[in-house]
Nanobody, 123 residues
């Protein structure tokens, strides 16, 4: 019913920047919270940034000042701008969205995830 597709990952040099984008598609009626998480092998997935539909944002302490999350409700898109990348930012980045969908007979609310996009920070 709902698909989230991320884009924008890749190989970036230390100190560089990258912009990740995630577009949600499907029978979406409303979009509530949206967020970005990251995961490295052997570690738990961690929330790095989130934004609710009022525009209020939250960031993990480790990324404050370098990560900036934004959303466009007209296109159901959430973006993550990452500046001053360091090797510790290397991870698979996942977006998620709390959305309400119309199935044709009812309204359902659920949390959906993208497939992930790899960001590798290396010289």
């Amino acid at each position: 019913q709902v698909q989230l597709v991320e884009s924008g990952g890749g190989l970036v040099q230390p100190g560089g920047s990258v912009r990740l984008s995630c577009e949600a598609s499907g029978s979406i009626v409303s979009t509530y919270g949206m967020g970005w998480h990251r995961q490295v092998p052997g570690k738990q997935r961690e929330l790095v940034a989130s934004i609710i539909n009022s525009g209020t944002t939250k960031y993990a302490d480790s990324v404050k000042g370098r990560f900036h999350i934004s959303r466009d409700d007209a296109t159901n898109t959430v973006a993550l701008q990452i500046d001053n990348l360091n090797p510790e930012d290397t991870a698979v980045y996942y977006c998620n969205a709390d959305v309400e969908v119309y199935t044709g007979t009812s309204y359902n609310r659920g949390d959906y995830w993208g497939q992930g996009t790899q960001v590798t920070v290396s010289s």
